[in-house]
Protein backbone atom coordinates (compact mmCIF):
# COMPACT_ATOMS: atom_id res chain seq x y z
CA UNK A 1 0.00 0.00 0.00
CA UNK A 2 1.32 3.39 -1.23
CA UNK A 3 2.02 6.09 1.63
CA UNK A 4 1.23 8.35 -0.89
CA UNK A 5 -1.81 10.79 -0.46
CA UNK A 6 -2.34 9.29 3.13
CA UNK A 7 -2.91 12.33 5.58
CA UNK A 8 -1.88 12.44 9.42
CA UNK A 9 -5.43 12.82 11.52
CA UNK A 10 -5.33 16.49 12.40
CA UNK A 11 -5.10 17.12 16.13
CA UNK A 12 -8.02 19.28 18.30
CA UNK A 13 -6.63 22.05 19.57
CA UNK A 14 -7.07 21.94 22.98
CA UNK A 15 -6.39 24.82 25.39
CA UNK A 16 -4.82 25.01 28.40
CA UNK A 17 -3.60 27.85 30.64
CA UNK A 18 -0.06 28.56 31.62
CA UNK A 19 0.47 31.30 34.27
CA UNK A 20 -3.34 32.38 33.75
CA UNK A 21 -2.62 32.94 29.97
CA UNK A 22 -4.41 30.62 27.85
CA UNK A 23 -3.29 28.87 24.70
CA UNK A 24 -4.05 26.39 22.13
CA UNK A 25 -2.05 23.27 21.32
CA UNK A 26 -2.82 20.46 19.59
CA UNK A 27 -3.99 17.02 21.62
CA UNK A 28 -1.40 14.39 21.94
CA UNK A 29 1.51 13.84 24.45
CA UNK A 30 4.23 15.88 25.15
CA UNK A 31 7.77 15.56 27.06
CA UNK A 32 7.47 18.27 29.75
CA UNK A 33 10.70 20.15 28.23
CA UNK A 34 9.25 20.54 24.70
CA UNK A 35 5.77 21.55 26.44
CA UNK A 36 7.62 24.29 28.43
CA UNK A 37 9.19 25.52 24.97
CA UNK A 38 5.63 25.58 23.16
CA UNK A 39 3.69 27.45 25.74
CA UNK A 40 6.54 30.16 26.35
CA UNK A 41 8.03 28.80 29.94
CA UNK A 42 11.29 29.39 30.39
CA UNK A 43 13.37 26.16 30.56
CA UNK A 44 14.88 27.28 34.11
CA UNK A 45 11.65 27.11 35.83
CA UNK A 46 9.50 24.42 37.19
CA UNK A 47 6.50 23.74 35.62
CA UNK A 48 2.95 22.22 38.02
CA UNK A 49 0.06 21.05 36.85
CA UNK A 50 -3.23 21.85 38.93
CA UNK A 51 -5.17 19.15 39.22
CA UNK A 52 -8.26 18.97 41.32
CA UNK A 53 -6.53 22.11 43.37
CA UNK A 54 -3.50 20.54 44.10
CA UNK A 55 0.03 21.17 42.32
CA UNK A 56 1.72 18.13 40.85
CA UNK A 57 5.27 18.91 40.06
CA UNK A 58 6.48 17.70 36.64
CA UNK A 59 10.02 16.61 35.36
CA UNK A 60 11.33 18.18 32.62
CA UNK A 61 11.85 14.63 31.31
CA UNK A 62 8.61 13.06 31.78
CA UNK A 63 5.97 12.95 29.31
CA UNK A 64 2.06 14.55 29.22
CA UNK A 65 -0.80 14.09 27.76
CA UNK A 66 -3.08 16.76 26.53
CA UNK A 67 -6.37 16.07 26.03
CA UNK A 68 -9.90 17.49 27.16
CA UNK A 69 -9.81 19.85 29.43
CA UNK A 70 -9.46 21.60 32.23
CA UNK A 71 -5.60 21.85 31.36
CA UNK A 72 -4.19 24.40 34.04
CA UNK A 73 -0.14 24.73 34.62
CA UNK A 74 1.69 27.09 37.06
CA UNK A 75 5.79 28.03 36.68
CA UNK A 76 7.96 28.69 39.07
CA UNK A 77 11.31 29.36 40.13
CA UNK A 78 12.61 25.69 41.12
CA UNK A 79 13.05 25.55 44.66
CA UNK A 80 15.00 23.34 47.21
CA UNK A 81 19.03 22.11 46.49
CA UNK A 82 21.53 22.14 48.85
CA UNK A 83 22.30 24.43 51.34
Known amino acids: MSEIGKQEPKKDLIEVVVDQVPHKVPSGSYIVADFKRLVGVEPAKELEHVVEGRLVPL ?8 ERGPNRFVSHIRRGGSS
Not at 59 to 66: F, L
Request: a negative charge; charged letters at 25%; zero cysteines.
Open 59 to 66: ADDATIVI
